[in-house]
């Protein structure tokens, strides 16, 4: 709690308990900072603000209210400098920032479970907060504003000075970091994804390119050297160090053996080996270890403490996560939803299993075109496909599916709309050495159906399957 004329100039000494820019959210002593979005304009909220108890209004408009009501000029400058006097930030945070359109959840969390071991370390981002032995559940993979300045301070607050942080696009593009610096911006891959925001790939790759512009002075750029867009990373002038198969790359992935349950592969850095052995299965899992091992190693951890704490690393949730309730079949958990991401987790188990099943859908109100692609791959991959929900909000689930089958003349699938029941057809149908892959939300914990966030979550409904069953 602050006085308000202590974040900002002016004359009243209310007192001020928290920041927000949805009316929504708003409770008593608040402070309402009435931002123009990108898709709306939250002035045109005061008035519901109010009624929730604000007790004062930031507005770039003239307005007139019961209530203090303090005009600024530019109000997301503004914004961002009351959340940093109202939060205590701290410039000299530890962070590192993980982007790209597939692998952030995983790198970052990774990053934050073996960089802990030297130095405590939260994380942020898909999965929530991680800090400590605390865990909360946050709305955005990177949060707004006053939500971003809120969690630093708790951050802080525990002792904690690095965050491991996931970047997203869209966070970049709205300019929510933009007063941030990191010491590292790691890149996993960049492949099209939210063209629906961008408009294109270039707006996107230009969008993900700015996290590299956003590092201190002695700042570093980690970048995938085998990602068909790495090169535009390059340009930035900053200190840069690459990981892949290309033997160009400062950190070169070599001698791959796929084993039961087991990854191992060989890190070459100044000639020198560091062979790496993790429960994380797939290649694209070695390209997300890979950078992780990249920034510990830069962070001062010795080599052998790196590989240690990758072995002893678990299954991220609803990443790849496999689910053993005693059946003699393989389940796993994913929330792979782009081209990419699929690709990788079914090539991964392919020729592993007698057959293939999945359980996907595709996001209302996203890239449409894209639809048909996954669908035709998955029909021509796998032997069924169980086509369901997946936040359709607006959008009629069975038109989606619609869009996802209209290229293939496949039939190897079934249209469910309940996704609850797509999942219990699934795990039915599963016989012995099956493996049934449920993708695209992962452990989310709701379901976007028109504006509203209905209470679900995938594990919860695996789980009831077996407990009804047996």
Do not use: W
Request: proline fraction near 1%; include cysteine; charged fraction near 30%.
């Amino acid at each position: 709690m602050k006085r308000l004329k202590d974040i900002i100039e002016c004359d009243y000494n209310l007192e001020i308990n928290g920041i927000k820019t949805d009316s929504r959210e708003v409770k008593d002593k608040d402070l309402f900072v009435a931002i123009k979005g990108f898709n709306i304009d939250h002035s045109l909220y005061i008035d519901d603000a109010i009624e929730n108890g604000a007790a004062a209004i930031i507005t770039d408009k003239d307005y007139e209210a019961d209530i203090p009501i303090i005009k600024v000029d530019d109000i997301d400058k503004t914004l961002v400098e009351i959340c940093k006097k109202f939060y205590d930030f701290d410039s000299n945070m530890n962070l590192i920032g993980v982007t790209g359109t597939d692998g952030k959840t995983t790198t970052a969390t990774i990053i934050k479970r073996i960089l802990n071991n030297k130095q405590e370390t939260a994380y942020m981002g898909t999965n929530g907060i991680e800090c400590g032995n605390t865990k909360e559940s946050i709305s955005n993979t990177t949060p707004t504003i006053e939500n971003l300045y809120k969690y630093f301070s708790s951050i802080k607050n525990k002792g904690i000075n690095t965050i491991s942080m996931e970047v997203s696009s869209e966070a970049l593009l709205h300019k929510r970091v933009d007063d941030l610096k990191f010491k590292y911006a790691v890149y996993t891959n960049i492949t099209e994804d939210h063209l629906n925001i961008h408009k294109t790939i270039d707006n996107y790759i230009k969008s993900k390119l700015k996290l590299g512009t956003l590092l201190s002075d002695n700042g570093t750029i980690i970048i995938n050297n085998d990602d068909k867009n790495q090169e535009s990373l390059k340009e930035v002038n900053k200190r840069i160090y690459t990981y892949g198969k290309n033997i160009n790359s400062d950190f070169i992935i070599k001698d791959i053996e796929y084993l039961d349950n087991i990854t191992k592969f060989t890190i070459n850095y100044n000639e020198k080996n560091y062979k790496i052995k993790s429960c994380l299965l797939g290649e694209y899992n070695i390209y997300n270890l890979t950078a992780s091992f990249i920034v510990c190693y830069l962070e001062g951890m010795k080599p052998r403490n790196i590989i240690r704490e990758i072995k002893k690393l678990k299954i991220i949730e609803g990443r790849g996560e496999v689910l053993s309730f005693g059946q003699n079949y393989t389940i796993i958990l994913d929330y792979a939803h782009t081209e990419n991401s699929i690709e990788n987790i079914v090539s991964s188990v392919k020729d592993k299993h007698k057959r293939v099943i999945v359980v996907t859908g595709a996001a209302g109100g996203r890239e449409k075109e894209k639809r048909k692609y996954i669908g035709k791959y998955l029909l021509d991959n796998t032997d069924m496909v169980i086509f369901t929900m997946d936040d359709p909000r607006y959008e009629n689930v069975d038109y989606i599916i619609d869009d996802m089958i209209s290229i293939s003349k496949k039939t190897n699938y079934k249209r469910i709309i309940s996704r609850s029941n797509a999942i219990k057809y699934a795990l039915d149908i599963a016989q012995e050495d099956d493996v049934v892959l449920i993708l695209g939300k992962g452990r989310d914990n709701y379901m976007a159906i028109e504006d509203e966030k209905i209470p679900y979550n995938d594990y919860d409904e695996i789980k009831e399957c077996f407990t009804n069953r047996y």
